[in-house]
């Protein structure tokens, strides 16, 4: 069984910055992908970040391609997504998914953490 839990939310102005880490216990993570997605209020979870057991390749939902950076470092089981040039509709619930037998996350990826709150104020 896998755990994770996020944590690095809280309230931004627009324009500014904030990094979420996600880190996993119960196994090592080194050969799973993992991924953020976020939810906003009435809205459905949306795919944010992926990225590959190795690192070697990440992928991007088309409103954070460029602003925001996913990485990991498989030492500290942990995964991180930069985010920057931050928007209000950014805005969201994000939470960080695991998954030890697809390439990328989907919303049927097998772990899920809780969610942390970022908000981000104009």
């Known amino acids: 069984q896998v755990q994770l839990v996020e944590s690095g939310g809280g309230l931004v102005q627009a324009g500014g910055s904030l990094r979420l880490s996600c880190a996993a216990s119960?196994?090592?993570?080194?050969?799973?992908?993992m991924g953020w997605f976020h939810q906003a209020p009435e809205k459905e979870r949306e795919f944010v970040a992926a990225?590959?057991?190795?690192?070697?390749?990440?992928n991007y939902g088309a409103s954070v391609s460029g602003r925001f950076t996913i990485s990991r470092d498989n030492a500290k089981n942990t995964v991180y997504l930069q985010m920057t040039s931050l928007k209000p509709e950014d805005t969201a619930v994000y939470y960080c998914?695991?998954?030890?037998?697809?390439?990328?996350?989907?919303?049927?990826?097998?772990?899920w953490g809780q969610g942390t709150q970022v908000t981000v104020s104009s």
């Open positions: 998914a695991s998954d030890p037998a697809r390439a990328i996350v989907t919303r049927s990826s097998a772990y």
């Open positions: 119960g196994r090592t993570l080194g050969s799973y992908s």
């Open positions: 990225i590959t057991w190795s690192g070697a390749v990440t």
